[in-house]
């Protein structure tokens, strides 16, 4: 048997906090590494860095919370058109594909 794995390229992912005045709470994590949860200011990013793993099977999710509402998605997944950027705003999460129109991944709910 054969296993070709593809070469490992450093991905970089933005979480932005473009609420109308509130802190947002990001907490990150994958399978292997958990980043721990993180107060980011309006107007700050949150981001880090990682090389994809052997198999480009990384996959990494994110909980966003303000206040009493939350959200829950995945920032980054290998081999699927996700972006490293994401804007939070008071409707949701957005991605910012380059060059193209922002889309609303998910919206806020209340627990």
């Known amino acids: 048997m054969i296993i070709m794995a593809r070469p490992s390229v450093q991905v970089l992912v933005y979480i932005t906090?473009?609420?109308?005045?509130?802190?947002l709470i990001v907490h990150c994590r994958s399978r292997?590494?958990?980043?721990?949860a993180h107060a980011v200011a309006v107007g700050a990013t949150?981001?880090?860095?990682?090389?994809?793993n052997f198999?480009?099977?990384?996959?990494?999710?994110?909980?966003l919370a303000v206040e009493d509402k939350?959200?829950?998605?995945?920032?980054?997944?290998a081999h699927v058109?996700?972006?490293?950027?994401?804007?939070?705003?008071?409707?949701?999460?957005?991605g910012t594909p380059f060059r193209r129109p922002t889309f609303l991944k998910a919206?806020?709910?209340r627990p």
Not at 32 to 36: C, F, P
Not at 46 to 51: A, I, L, Q
Not at 55 to 63: S, Y
């Open 32 to 36: 292997d590494d958990d980043l721990g």
């Open 55 to 63: 198999f480009g099977k990384t996959l990494f999710w994110c909980k």
């Open 17 to 23: 906090n473009r609420l109308t005045e509130k802190i």
């Open 81 to 94: 058109e996700t972006f490293g950027q994401w804007v939070v705003r008071d409707d949701g999460v957005h």
């Open 46 to 52: 949150f981001h880090w860095s990682f090389n994809d």
């Open 107 to 109: 919206g806020w709910r």
């Open 70 to 77: 939350r959200i829950s998605f995945v920032a980054y997944e």
